[in-house]
């Protein structure tokens, strides 16, 4: 609006800086010229006269003798760009690329089309866009986009108007899919930077020079854009020259930095990580001999853990080198793993444990004492048989050998030895002081090592700054 205000007024516009805190401020310089000379005499408008002069048809009398492949002056002619960043609607991170919506306004001057002369009452001419082919234009085009279209609902979305000093002011509202730069060593904690390289296309520098408008060489319409993963944190602009092999080039960059917003792998990756690896260390707190349930649990948050690292690695790009995602996972999967570790020791002592006692099982039923018991057993069942059916010596024969029962039992328990009841009591219920000390240190260490591997992992990626972008 303040640019078609001061060219209606064929005035010359001072140029006033408002750069924006995050942007390079572009050289001011003058692009709107007076509409005369200081000899030539200003046009005087008179109302009272003008009916049918009002209403003709000025580009019919401008295109008499027009060229549009001739320049329209000897000197390399000063082309001002300006982009207003309509929308941006989407950033894929698998094509390296983001989409995005906006106005290019190009301004230069051209004598030729200069009608204060003609009209001195008309303070500009709307032209549509079929008119734009018959003029001569600096080409401006983004030289790195994918793909680029002008938008037309219905008609072509293209702005041609001309000033009475011959200012032509040429607008295009495109759809343009640029790449990005993309370092994902701090996914998700990171940044990507797209890029808009603007460059005559037709003509190098002997003939077109491009500049930046001086007061809003790039603005947006909004602050927020609405994208679901990231968020619009800097735009910057810049201006180089590029050697090609037909001349030299000016050359127009822009470059709009994008935040990713991590909270939604907070949700879908770093919880279930945390999860899966506390359940796998609800097995220090079971019973050592309950093998089935622990590896269940161990093996079920390992598999857990792996599926969700699969569901996140199709949404990246193959890159070779190692992310912070890749950090967190490998360490969550390494502590399910020696968590792992620890149960395979527990069983192994208790594997060993039981080798043993089947060992000692063996030996004290070959020893002399339980030889001699089932010799005493044999000698009393015939005992029993010599009777021959007398009840009177059968009860005695009973009583005898349980009294020597009894008085063998009481020997053995004032010697120090143990029953063979007593031995098979103990025998049932092994104690493995072994694997419970190892599991009661497990269930201290293993927290306490996340914790400070949560601790630094989170300060490192949240407090370093990101990797700079190289400039363009």
């Given amino acids: 609006q303040t640019i078609l205000l001061a060219l209606s007024m064929g005035q010359e516009v001072a140029p006033t800086s408002h750069p924006a805190s995050n942007e390079r401020q572009a050289p001011s310089q003058d692009i709107i010229r007076q509409p005369t000379s200081p000899e030539e005499p200003t046009p005087f408008c008179n109302y009272t006269n003008y009916n049918e002069t009002k209403a003709q048809d000025l580009s019919r009398v401008l295109m008499t003798n027009y060229s549009r492949n001739a320049l329209p002056e000897p000197n390399p002619v000063n082309v001002t760009v300006e982009i207003t960043i309509q929308d941006i609607s989407d950033i894929s991170a698998i094509t390296g690329t983001f989409v995005i919506d906006f106005w290019i306004s190009a301004i230069w001057l051209d004598k030729r089309l200069k009608f204060s002369h003609l009209d001195p009452c008309r303070k500009n ?79 190098n520098a002997a003939e077109v020079t491009l500049q930046w408008l001086a007061w809003s060489p790039v603005s947006a319409v909004r602050e927020d854009f609405n994208l679901p993963d990231f968020k619009l944190t800097n735009i910057a602009y810049g201006s180089v020259t590029e050697v090609y092999t037909a001349g030299i080039w000016h050359r127009l960059s822009v ?50 853990l792996t599926f969700q690292f699969g569901n996140i690695v199709k949404s990246l790009p193959r890159a070779s080198y190692v992310k912070a995602i890749d950090i967190w996972m ?71 050998l349980l009294m020597d029962n009894v008085t063998r039992m009481r020997m053995s328990l004032q010697d120090g ?40 992992y989170w300060t490192y990626y949240l407090s370093t700054p990101s990797m700079p972008s190289p400039t363009l």
Wanted: with cysteine; glycine share 2%.
């Fill in 255 to 304: 470059s709009i930095t994008f935040e990713r917003l991590y909270g939604f792998y907070i949700l879908q990756m770093y919880l279930p990580t945390y999860i899966s690896v506390f359940i796998s260390w609800i097995a220090f707190w079971m019973d050592t001999r309950a093998l089935p349930a622990r590896i269940t649990l161990s093996v079920s948050s390992l598999m857990a």
């Fill in 330 to 400: 490998f360490s969550c999967v390494g502590f399910i793993f020696f968590s792992l570790v620890e149960l395979a020791i527990v069983a192994y002592n208790d594997k060993i444990t039981d080798q043993r006692i089947r060992h000692s099982k063996r030996d004290r039923e070959s020893s002399p004492d339980q030889m001699m018991m089932r010799t005493e057993n044999g000698s009393s069942s015939h005992l029993s048989n010599g009777c021959n059916g007398d009840h009177r010596c059968s009860r005695h024969a009973r009583s005898a």
């Fill in 125 to 203: 001419l709307s032209l549509d866009h079929d008119m734009e082919p018959k003029l001569w234009s600096p080409n401006v085009c983004i030289v790195n986009s994918k793909a680029t279209k002008v938008h037309d609902s219905p008609k072509p979305n293209i702005l041609l108007m001309i000033f009475p000093n011959g200012t032509t002011w040429l607008n295009y509202r495109i759809r343009s899919e640029a790449p990005c730069t993309m370092n994902l060593e701090r996914f998700p904690l990171d940044q990507i930077e797209c890029h808009l390289i603007l460059e005559s296309y037709s003509y």
């Fill in 417 to 456: 030895r143990a029953s063979p009841l007593t031995r098979f009591s103990r025998r049932k219920k092994p104690k493995n002081e072994f694997g419970a000390r190892v599991d009661r240190a497990a269930s201290i260490a293993f927290p306490v090592v996340f914790a400070i591997f949560n601790l630094v």
